[in-house]
């Protein structure tokens, strides 16, 4: 190689066909499988014209969310991950593959929800994570799902928020149904969906089995010592017993997050007496 055309030059990639690459990209490292973790897929119309993979690196620690069917959600998941159930569902020649939707008005948790239970996957199973972003090429974007299947057998998580919304888009009910129990579909996967208008998503989608079987409906936060000990957690050294006792009962309902941000608004409104008095949470003269 000449000195010209290797000017700027950073990385190596060798490819299958022997083809040596090389570009002026300093890249973290090269792997022949994708990583467990969190990507979000969307599409680069020209001149690209290719999936764009974005791994996501929020690491915000999640709360565990109260909710009436925690506990069969819970059982759901650790099902699917149990070999045996797995192993006789692959005997009897089908995929081990489950849909999950999560239904409710705005704000009461269901992205919450579904952070808990896939960061849970990734670090026990190696689960990847793929969140749907681009539903105007929901195909482009399955079929590079489909291509990291063919390499590799991690447990795939695939996430549609907002669900609702793909089927405004002409002929993307008829490619979620190839993508979830037709051709298309992959074997070990749970497929999980968000809504906040489950009247909007298709009976033929919602309600059938082989496609997302498992609905919960996700309200807030309704057991008041669940509210308390969270905002106990946060701020329990600055409130006193007659401030937590009203925060309960204006947040009871509400989500994790509206009462994180609540318990924020406390801290952020100190003044200058807490400051001097309550410094253990961090603030400073």
């Not at 692959?90 to 919450?112: A, C, F, R």
């Not at 993307?172 to 749970?190: F, Q, R, T, V, W």
Request: charge should be negative; include cysteine.
């Amino acid at each position: 190689m000449s000195q010209n055309n290797t000017y700027g030059l950073k990385s190596f990639n060798y490819l299958e066909d022997g083809e040596v690459a090389y570009n002026n990209l300093d890249t973290i490292k090269t792997t022949n499988k994708l990583d467990s973790g969190v990507y979000h897929l969307s599409y680069l119309e020209y001149p690209d014209y290719r999936v764009l993979v974005k791994c996501d690196k929020n690491t915000e620690s999640v709360k565990k969310h109260s909710f009436p069917d925690a506990e069969k959600l819970d059982n759901l998941f650790q099902s699917f991950f149990d070999d045996k159930i797995k192993e006789r569902i692959l005997e009897l020649g089908y995929y081990h593959k489950i849909g999950i939707l999560l239904h409710g008005i705005e704000g009461t948790g269901k992205s919450t929800i579904l952070k808990r239970y896939y960061v849970d996957a990734i670090n026990k199973h190696d689960a990847i994570v793929f969140f749907v972003n681009d539903y105007n090429y929901l195909q482009k974007c399955w079929e590079f799902i489909m291509d990291v299947r063919a390499i590799q057998d991690n447990p795939f998580i695939v996430i549609f928020e907002e669900l609702d919304s793909i089927f405004t888009k002409d002929g993307k009910e008829s490619y979620l149904k190839m993508a979830m129990d037709g051709p298309m579909s992959i074997d070990n996967c749970i497929y999980m969906g968000t809504t906040n208008y489950l009247d909007r998503v298709p009976a033929a989608i919602k309600d059938r089995p082989s496609r997302f079987k498992y609905k919960f409906n996700i309200e807030g936060i309704q057991d008041e010592t669940v509210v308390s000990n969270i905002i106990t957690e946060i701020i329990g050294d600055i409130v006193s017993a007659d401030e937590l006792k009203a925060m309960v009962k204006e947040l009871k309902g509400q989500t994790v997050d509206v009462i994180k941000h609540k318990c924020f608004d406390k801290i952020m409104n100190l003044n200058s007496h807490d400051y001097k008095k309550r410094n253990k949470i961090g603030f400073t003269n």
